[in-house]
C-alpha cells in the first residue's frame, strides 16, 4: 500500500506559524497535485487546501489568507504553510495526491495516496 509522507506537525502558538511537508514516497517519483486535509476530533475530514499540476491553488475559506500550499523540487513536495495560527486549527493533518508521476518519463497519472497524517496542536 503507498502513503505520502508527511512531516512539520507538533505545537504551535496562537499566532504562530508551522509548515508541513508532504514527499513522495520511494515507489513514486513525483506529486504532480495534491490536497491538504484535516480531521479534528469529532469532526469529518475537511478539505483546507488544494494545488493542481498547473500550480492553481484553492483554499477552504477558514484558512484562507493565513494558509499558503505550495509544490516544488523535481519530486513534487507538496507545503502547507500555516501562519496567524489559531486554536480551531488544531487537527491531524493529511495529504492526498491527485496525480503522481511513477518514474521521470512517465505521463502524469490520476491517483489518491494518503499519509498517514500529522497531528498540528495550536495552543498557548
Known amino acids: 500500500q503507498v502513503h505520502v509522507v508527511e512531516s512539520g506537525g507538533g505545537l504551535g502558538q496562537p499566532g504562530g506559524s508551522l509548515r508541513l511537508a508532504c514527499a513522495a514516497p520511494?515507489?513514486?517519483?513525483?506529486?504532480?497535485?495534491a490536497g491538504w486535509y484535516r480531521q479534528a476530533p469529532g469532526k469529518e475530514r475537511e478539505l483546507v487546501a488544494r494545488?493542481?499540476?498547473?500550480?492553481?491553488?484553492t483554499y477552504a475559506d477558514s484558512v484562507k489568507g493565513r494558509f499558503t500550499i505550495s509544490r516544488e523540487g523535481a519530486r513534487g513536495t507538496v507545503w502547507l504553510q500555516m501562519n496567524s495560527l489559531k486554536p480551531e486549527d488544531t487537527a491531524v493533518y493529511y495529504c492526498?495526491?491527485?496525480?503522481?508521476?511513477?518514474?521521470?518519463?512517465?505521463?502524469?497519472?490520476?491517483?489518491?495516496?494518503w499519509g498517514k497524517g500529522t497531528l498540528v496542536t495550536v495552543s498557548p
Open positions: 494545488i493542481t499540476e498547473g500550480g492553481d491553488a
Open positions: 520511494a515507489s513514486i517519483f513525483s506529486i504532480n497535485a
Open positions: 492526498n495526491a491527485e496525480k503522481v508521476r511513477y518514474d521521470p518519463f512517465d505521463t502524469v497519472r490520476n491517483a489518491d495516496y
